[in-house]
């Protein structure tokens, strides 16, 4: 007995330790209840507009579950947060339930793993191009009424999944303490000591993997060349100015974060919310460094709100949330067609900053063989 | 992570069954059967609570650490275990661990000491450290870390204050590293140490220290014959909680690093959140595993050294 009690300790002190670890899962939105209807399962197999019959048929559906699960849309993150008031706006019955802003591709397809068969399981997630190509099994295909506008090339040839939005990389920096960069090197200049930041770790998460290829294309590398890449990155860190915290709004605010590695999408946030404070904050694409690398939009085959999940699609994919996007520093899939048919925002498309040259975008093959790449090398060269 | 208390002599010890019932007789027994039934019954949701908050997520824990991708059995996270960057991570961990719980522990105790000789039991001080102690020693994470940045992170206020009146400036990395994250962390190991230490010091008693002196001992020989040897196991067993804690440290660490993965938890949360390569789960849960063992073999070691100088008590 005695002897029971003293395994039962030792196991429980060991667990305690890192319970809280194994324990850390995926935050979930609070369970809300829908009425699930016969038309859910009509609506959970609609692969386009045309299985509901019309937009105010599936606006119906879509108002009649009453709410829609999204994750991960962090609001200054290519203008989530107008889009999401807009749809609410639009949609005041239906309830938009966010979760986890700040989560990663990875830990939204866990979402709807873990939530899988609950009301509280993600609608729809925007993932980065490795996850999504590697997730195919958790969606559900879905065509928007826009499908034949969006680029091949761009989208799952059976609507599993489809692009949405892209940034183009860029450094941007606090002109206003730093004065101005012009090339990359500059930002080996001891004044950077210790402030200059990647997003993320590059073989982890996107926007640093291409703030990295940014960099090695402009130290003269190519998407099958990565050295000189991790040679600049080298040469930043042993001059101490590369620093490893993640960039978030607080970093930016404090200055941790002086000189960052990002999307021109969360660039045009930091500078908004760095323009009340009286702060400059500038940020620059590189002719010959125009990364890109779209978000892409799926359904979750199991969602709890097939129908809203569906409404949302077709709203992403409609004039007014692209412009809004576009508002927010990214270029948004449809712009070429939006351009064509006169429904792009003048006025917002004349202050974006605007792809020049040709674009360095890359397969999801390619992707992976970089990520492999960078798991070998980056730790060993920069430090884990 | 809570504190589990260690039986010392301090605590009263459990009633056990005896042996030798003294009656042999059936109102006795049944009695004692009544008595253990409630006690059981009392115990049940205690038990239920850890089933399902400890046991559970470590089950899943272990059984996710043996599953490739598409969930099939595989030795092959194991191997990734056995890499040099894992190792180098585990070697960190546990270096910073064991430091910090060794400042802890020197520092913790040496305050202890110094509280139960020069302040009243009950006076206003000795509460006073002992209130502060309690809530430091809960004082992690992000809140920890950000104190710190505010204070000789790239814009604190002491950095600030450095550069302007003495024009020294702060190295802005420092905090992100090694030294600079065991000084973070001895920063709740001491007051815990005060806390789980400071009931040992108090039962030193007097009496002691006078039948060493009227047997001729001086001083060194009261610390080393006497004073040291009741201590020791506490002190141990006290170490080896601070190692658990700091071990198992996380948020504090994410929050002044968020890239670095020298730590054996911030490679947890590189592998879980990993976008560019989806199949990290499994390292995960083999991370997760791996240090499951290490505090289990941390405890053992409490326990024995426990067992081995429960004759002094």
């Known amino acids: ?384 | 992570m809570s504190g589990f208390s260690s039986t010392s002599s301090t605590s009263p010890a459990r009633p056990r069954r005896q042996d030798k019932p003294a009656r042999s007789g059936g109102i006795g027994t049944s009695l004692l059967h009544r008595s253990n039934a409630r006690t059981a019954a009392v115990t049940l949701p205690f038990f239920a609570y850890v089933a399902v908050f400890l046991l559970l997520p470590t089950v899943i824990v272990i059984v996710g650490a043996f599953r490739s991708p598409t969930g099939a059995f595989t030795v092959n996270n194991l191997r990734k275990l056995a890499e040099a960057n894992t190792m180098q991570a585990f070697g960190i961990s546990i270096a910073v661990s064991v430091t910090s719980a060794i400042v802890g522990a020197v520092v913790g105790a040496l305050a202890s000491y110094a509280l139960v000789i020069g302040s009243r039991p009950n006076g206003a001080l000795r509460r006073i450290i002992v209130a502060t102690s309690s809530v430091l020693a809960q004082f992690g994470g992000v809140m920890l870390a950000f104190a710190f940045i505010a204070t000789i992170g790239i814009n604190g206020i002491v950095t600030i204050m450095l550069h302007q009146f003495f024009h020294v400036t702060v190295n802005p990395n420092w905090l992100s590293s090694l030294p600079g994250v065991i000084t973070v962390y001895s920063y709740f190991q001491i007051p815990l140490m005060i806390i789980t230490f400071l009931p040992a010091v108090d039962s030193i008693k007097p009496q002691w220290r006078e039948a060493t002196e009227s047997l001729g001992g001086n001083t060194w020989q009261y610390w080393t014959k006497v004073a040291f040897p009741i201590l020791l196991p506490r002190l141990l067993s006290s170490f080896l909680l601070l190692f658990a804690n700091a071990f198992s440290a996380y948020a504090t660490a994410a929050a002044l690093f968020s890239q670095r993965s020298f730590l054996v938890p911030l490679m947890i949360q590189g592998a879980i959140r990993n976008e560019m390569d989806p199949n990290q789960q499994g390292f995960a849960q083999v991370l997760a595993f791996a240090m499951v063992v290490v505090v289990a073999l941390a405890m053992v070691a409490s326990r024995l050294v426990e067992k081995r100088f429960a004759r002094w008590q």
């Open chain 1, 1 to 384: 007995m005695s002897s029971l009690r003293k395994i039962m300790t030792v196991s429980i002190a060991a667990l305690l330790s890192v319970s809280s670890l194994a324990a850390c899962g995926t935050a979930s939105a609070s369970g809300t209840t829908s009425s699930s209807t016969s038309s859910n399962a009509e609506a959970s197999t609609a692969t386009s507009l045309s299985d509901f019959g019309s937009m105010s048929a599936l606006e119906k559906a879509a108002e009649a579950e009453g709410s829609l699960n999204v994750i991960a849309l962090p609001h200054d993150w290519s203008n989530y947060g107008e889009v999401i008031a807009a749809f609410k706006k639009k949609y005041p019955k239906i309830k938009v339930n966010e979760a986890n802003p700040n989560a990663s591709s990875k830990e939204e397809i866990d979402a709807i793993k873990t939530n899988a068969g609950t009301d509280a399981a993600p609608d729809t997630v925007d993932v980065g191009l490795a996850v999504a190509a590697t997730s195919t099994k958790y969606f559900a295909p879905y065509k928007v009424k826009a499908w034949s506008s969006i680029d091949s090339s761009l989208k799952e040839k059976s609507g599993l999944y489809t692009a949405g939005y892209t940034g183009i990389m860029s450094v941007g920096w606090n002109k206003t303490k730093y004065g101005s960069i012009t090339k990359l090197s500059d930002l080996l200049k001891s004044k950077f000591a210790g402030t200059v930041a990647l997003n993320g770790k590059p073989a982890e998460a996107g926007a640093a993997f291409n703030g990295f290829l940014m960099a090695n294309a402009l130290s003269g590398g190519t998407l099958t060349n990565l050295k000189p890449g991790l040679a600049f990155f080298k040469k930043l860190e042993t001059a101490g100015n590369l620093t490893q915290v993640d960039v978030t709004d607080a970093t930016i605010d404090s200055g941790q974060t002086g000189v960052v590695f990002d999307w021109t999408y969360n660039q045009e946030s930091y500078q908004k919310s760095l323009k009340a404070k009286g702060i400059d904050w500038e940020y620059k694409t590189f002719p010959k460094a125009q990364v890109v690398s779209y978000y892409n939009q799926a359904i979750n085959k199991q969602a709890p709100h097939p129908a809203a999940a569906r409404l949302w699609e077709e709203f992403l994919y409609s004039a007014q949330a692209q412009n809004l996007w576009l508002k927010g520093g990214s270029t948004p899939v449809l712009l070429t067609q939006m351009k064509k048919d006169g429904t792009v925002n003048k006025t917002i498309l004349a202050d974006q900053p605007q792809l020049t040259g040709k674009a360095i975008s890359y397969t999801n093959d390619d992707s992976t063989r970089i990520t492999t790449w960078l798991q070998n090398n980056w730790d060993k060269t920069i430090g884990n």
